[in-house]
């Protein structure tokens, strides 16, 4: 690769990564200062959960319920209902409309500020995704070749999803947004199934002519389909459809990406698996994966450890253990390059 270019590339992801930071700094500070209703709605505007002793519940709420309208605004999807949720003043009582079995319930809800826990979780979010942006970027930094460039390819896209963005009023803004976020996490887990294929070595299906087709064709389906139905008034039943499958697409990437690094590890010499850090990547996967599969185990049997537990692993909120995975791949990415240097 040419100085130029390399240079070219370089300013290109400083500033992406600058342009996530403020980003995801806004939304932090926002977070702070965001009310509390202690309900979750689905895009229908149907009531899927109700938390104990909230706002919600205290209004009545229940789930099932299709909210109609808050403070006589109506809205017409779960988007702008969060929206309106999102400025509506702690402590001020707000009417509520809902549809409950036909008939319309007319509820009155007082949001308050954020409960600590669900403080607790957007902070961990935030760092999370502080982390998976800074160490893959720190690790192109230092050893600015192919494989660690999809390595922070995919540190910048989860770090920016992680850390979220403020909310704006403009819809159409908003859209934008939730494209370029479907977009991230699609293409930023098949980067990383990419790493894999191009670490430490380059394998042979690389050099297909259809290689790239073949590994991006399936995420720029699904970015295709998800961002085009984004506003679209569908059943039910189809989002929930297209939900699915985009769930299972990243997971099959996601253990793709697990085999991948298994098989590089078993295949490795014992030299190469410690040159390149095949053993630290393959550590900080496991170590990030096992506490998110035992957290229903853990709350199940000891069900007064989910208030401490879930800033380890918890089902709405990522695992703080997942921040291995950027960091064991950066310092591997590292060491090999250091490694090749010195040979």
């Given at each position: 690769?040419?100085?130029?270019?390399?240079?070219?590339?370089?300013?290109?992801?400083?500033?992406?990564?600058?342009?996530?930071?403020?980003?995801?700094?806004?939304?932090?500070?926002?977070?702070?200062?965001?009310?509390?209703?202690?309900?979750?709605?689905?895009?229908?505007?149907?009531?899927?959960?109700?938390?104990?002793?909230?706002?919600?519940?205290?209004?009545?709420?229940?789930?099932?319920?299709?909210?109609?309208?808050?403070?006589?605004?109506?809205?017409?999807?779960?988007t702008e209902l969060q929206e309106l949720q999102r400025h509506a003043p702690a402590a001020k009582a707000w009417p509520m409309e809902v549809e409950r079995n036909g008939e319309t319930v007319d509820l009155t809800i007082s949001p308050t500020g954020l409960p600590t826990s669900e403080l607790r979780l957007a902070r961990t979010r935030s760092l999370?995704?502080?982390?998976?942006?800074?160490?893959?970027?720190?690790?192109?930094?230092?050893?600015?070749?192919?494989?660690?460039?999809?390595?922070?390819?995919?540190?910048?896209?989860?770090?920016?999803?992680?850390?979220?963005?403020?909310?704006?009023?403009?819809?159409?803004?908003?859209?934008?947004?939730?494209?370029?976020?479907?977009?991230?996490?699609?293409?930023?887990?098949?980067?990383?199934?990419?790493?894999?294929?191009?670490?430490?070595?380059?394998?042979?299906?690389?050099?297909?002519?259809?290689?790239?087709?073949?590994?991006?064709?399936?995420?720029?389906?699904?970015?295709?389909?998800?961002?085009?139905?984004?506003?679209?008034?569908?059943?039910?039943?189809?989002?929930?459809?297209?939900?699915?499958?985009?769930?299972?697409?990243?997971?099959?990437?996601?253990?793709?990406?697990?085999?991948?690094?298994?098989?590089?590890?078993?295949?490795?010499?014992?030299?190469?698996?410690?040159?390149?850090?095949?053993?630290?990547?393959?550590l900080g996967t496991l170590a990030a994966s096992v506490p998110l599969l035992l957290y229903p185990v853990v709350t199940s049997l000891w069900p007064g450890s989910a208030r401490y537990y879930q800033i380890i692993a918890s089902?709405?909120?990522?695992?703080?253990?997942?921040?291995?995975?950027?960091?064991?791949?950066?310092?591997?990415?590292?060491?090999?390059?250091?490694?090749?240097?010195?040979?």
């Amino acid at each position: 690769m040419s100085k130029p270019s390399q240079n070219i590339k370089r300013v290109a992801f400083l500033a992406a990564a600058i342009i996530a930071l403020v980003l995801g700094a806004s939304a932090a500070q926002e977070v702070e200062n965001r009310t509390y209703t202690g309900y979750r709605v689905s895009d229908e505007k149907r009531v899927l959960r109700v938390d104990h002793d909230s706002p919600g519940a205290a209004a009545g709420l229940r789930v099932g319920d299709v909210i109609k309208s808050l403070n006589g605004i109506p809205a017409t999807n779960g988007t702008e209902l969060q929206e309106l949720q999102r400025h509506a003043p702690a402590a001020k009582a707000w009417p509520m409309e809902v549809e409950r079995n036909g008939e319309t319930v007319d509820l009155t809800i007082s949001p308050t500020g954020l409960p600590t826990s669900e403080l607790r979780l957007a902070r961990t979010r935030s760092l999370l995704g502080l982390l998976f942006l800074g160490f893959p970027l720190w690790a192109w930094l230092k050893s600015p070749d192919s494989p660690a460039l999809l390595l922070a390819f995919f540190g910048l896209s989860f770090g920016f999803v992680l850390m979220g963005v403020p909310s704006f009023e403009s819809p159409a803004v908003r859209s934008v947004l939730d494209g370029v976020a479907i977009l991230a996490v699609y293409t930023g887990i098949t980067a990383l199934v990419h790493f894999l294929l191009a670490f430490p070595s380059r394998r042979r299906f690389l050099d297909r002519r259809w290689a790239a087709v073949v590994l991006y064709g399936p995420a720029v389906i699904v970015v295709l389909v998800s961002v085009g139905t984004l506003n679209l008034p569908i059943e039910i039943i189809s989002r929930k459809v297209l939900g699915i499958l985009s769930i299972l697409f990243g997971a099959l990437y996601f253990l793709s990406a697990i085999v991948l690094l298994i098989w590089r590890y078993v295949a490795a010499s014992r030299a190469d698996r410690a040159r390149h850090g095949l053993g630290i990547m393959l550590l900080g996967t496991l170590a990030a994966s096992v506490p998110l599969l035992l957290y229903p185990v853990v709350t199940s049997l000891w069900p007064g450890s989910a208030r401490y537990y879930q800033i380890i692993a918890s089902t709405y909120s990522p695992p703080l253990t997942l921040a291995l995975i950027p960091i064991a791949f950066s310092v591997a990415a590292v060491r090999s390059a250091r490694s090749k240097k010195g040979a």
